[in-house]
Structure formats: C-alpha cells, structure tokens
T-cell receptor
Framework: GAVVSQHPSWVICKSGTSVKIECRSL??????MFWYRQFPKQSLMLMAT?????????EQGVEKDKFLINHASLTLSTLTVTSAHPEDSSFYIC??????????FGDGTRLSIL | AQKVTQAQTEISVVEKEDVTLDCVYE???????LFWYKQPPSGELVFLIR??????QNEISGRYSWNFQKSTSSFNFTITASQVVDSAVYFC????????????FGKGTTLSVSS
C-alpha cells in the first residue's frame, strides 16, 4: 500500500545547527503534507500545512522563519529547523494526503539538540 | 472549535483483561472523521481505524472493537483479552470531512499491559 517515508529517523546535533527533515510519499502524489510536533509524553500538535507549489500555512505560535517548509514536488516536503536550540528537541512527524489516498504518516524524526 | 478529550491519562491492566479507552470529541461540523492510532515506544503512528460521522455502526476487528455514539460525541475503543504487545500510547483524533485537512489529536492514553 501507500507509504510515507521520513528521513532521518534520529538526529543529534549541536545547538545552532540547522537540520533538514525530509518527508516523501513513495507511491502516490501528495497534494498536501502536514508537519506535526510531539514533545515527550504529549500529544501531536500541528505545526504547518504544506501544499505543493505554494507557501506553507503555519499554526499560531509556530515561527515560520525558524521552521522552513518547502514542498517543491508532489512527492517531497522538507522541514528545516534553522539554528536549532535545545528547546527544539522533539519528535517531528509528517503526514501526506492526496484525493485518492487517506492520510498516511511517516515514522517520525527524533531531534535532539545538545 | 474542534477538540478531542481522552480523560484517561494512564491505564494499567493485567494480560487477558478487557480494557476500554474513552474518547469524547467536540465539533460544530455535521460531517467529520474520527480516528484511532497506536503509538508504540518506537514512536511511529500505527493506524487502527477511521470512521466517518455517517456511520454509527460499531466495528470489530479481531480483539479490537469501537463504539461510536454520536448522541454522546464519543468514540470509545475496547481491547478484548489484552496482551503485553498492546502496551502503547493510543490517540483518538478528529478531522473535517473535507478532504486534505489535518487531524486534531487527543492527549493520548498510555496503556500498560503486564503479564
């Protein structure tokens, strides 16, 4: 069946580094991709909605200059955490949707900033 | 505004016990989707069920069953004869019926099944 691939699974890096996370729909074209964030022992919170070829829509309280989203093709969206700090450490998970597929989630990326 | 409430933060049971995870939702929409996901310690979300608001029939899949009651805005999940492998965080979620909308998640219920 349809699969969403998210890469990398784990990232550990120093404070101040920028980190890019990729979300790919493997066998379908994703009109819309969503990025969620999950802090330890908390729920998943929507960060932004990404539509191919247009600017992402960010949820209230999410800094668009810090969390750069690019959805350049129908199969790839990227989230770049710029100048990451320890408070950005979290579990980031994407999901992809098209009119022919229900929403599918990636396996998530654990980001640890030292 | 849409909201999903999972009042049970943590539940502990012994293997073979039945357990019900509660989910209450709020929405002004007349049409919507409800979901349940399982999140094991490894972190990925495992899709369990999607139910649209038109269909109030209860569903059974193996040891899993779901009770959708529109009158009480509830979508409860029961695991029969629980097993250690059922230990995980379970999320209930809600979305618009309109295609391509994000999910609103409850806070999750951590289920611990001991042998």
């Amino acid at each position: 069946g349809a699969v969403v691939s998210q890469h990398p699974s784990w990232v550990i890096c120093k404070s101040g580094t920028s980190v890019k996370i990729e979300c790919r729909s493997l066998d379908f074209q994703a009109t819309t991709m969503f990025w969620y964030r999950q802090f330890p022992k908390q729920s998943l919170m929507l960060m932004a909605t990404s539509n191919e070829g247009s600017k992402a829509t960010y949820e209230q309280g999410v800094e668009k200059d810090k969390f750069l989203i690019n959805h350049a093709s129908l199969t790839l969206s990227t989230l770049t955490v710029t100048s990451a700090h320890p408070e950005d450490s979290s579990f980031y998970i994407c999901s992809a949707w098209s009119s022919s597929e229900p929403q599918h989630f990636g396996d998530g990326t654990r980001l640890s900033i030292l | 505004a849409q909201k999903v409430t999972q009042a049970q933060t943590e539940i502990s049971v012994v293997e073979k016990e039945d357990v019900t995870l509660d989910c209450v939702y709020e929405t002004r929409d007349t049409t919507y989707y409800l979901f349940w996901y399982k999140q094991p310690p490894s972190g990925e979300l495992v899709f369990l069920i999607r139910r649209n608001s038109f269909d109030e029939q209860n569903e059974i899949s193996g040891r899993y069953s779901w009770n959708f009651q529109k009158s009480t805005s509830s979508f409860n999940f029961t695991i029969t004869a629980s097993q250690v492998v059922d230990s995980a965080v379970y999320f209930c979620a809600l979305s618009d019926y309109q295609a391509g909308t994000a999910l609103i998640f409850g806070k999750g219920t951590t289920l611990s099944v001991s042998s």
